[in-house]
Nanobody
Framework: QVQLVESGGGLVQPGGSLRLSCVASARIFSIYRMGWYRQAPGKQRDLVARITSGETTNYADSVKGRFTISRDNAKNTVYLQMNSLKPDDTAVYYC?????????????WGQGTQVTVSS
């Protein structure tokens, strides 16, 4: 059983910054692929950023150059630093963990944290 707890969301003005954190209750955290997804009202859940166990990162085109994903394996934590926030970034942000065992993937999600970008 894996549990993910996000924090750091809130209300911010356009152009501002937020840092999201996700703490995982998982063994050997460093081997898992971690990611951040977001879902705006009425829209599907989309990938924002992902970081592998080897710390290779991927970003959605809409956030490249503005968001940075990182991980601290000693703290079982993944972060999403969000800069230059736009109203379109408003969404519930979800932390994701993927544990791959052979051909099987185990997918875990946090409860989400609300990010609202508005003046």
């Amino acid at each position: 059983q894996v549990q993910l707890v996000e924090s750091g969301g809130g209300l911010v003005q356009p152009g501002g910054s937020l840092r999201l954190s996700c703490v995982a209750s998982a063994r050997i955290f460093s081997i898992y692929r971690m990611g951040w997804y977001r879902q705006a009202p009425g829209k599907q859940r989309d990938l924002v950023a992902r970081i592998t166990s080897g710390e290779t990162t991927n970003y959605a085109d809409s956030v490249k150059g503005r968001f940075t994903i990182s991980r601290d394996n000693a703290k079982n934590t993944v972060y999403l630093q969000m800069n230059s926030l736009k109203p379109d970034d408003t969404a519930v942000y979800y932390c994701n963990l993927v544990w791959r065992v052979g051909l099987t993937e185990y997918d875990y999600w946090g409860q989400g944290t609300q990010v609202t970008v508005s003046s």
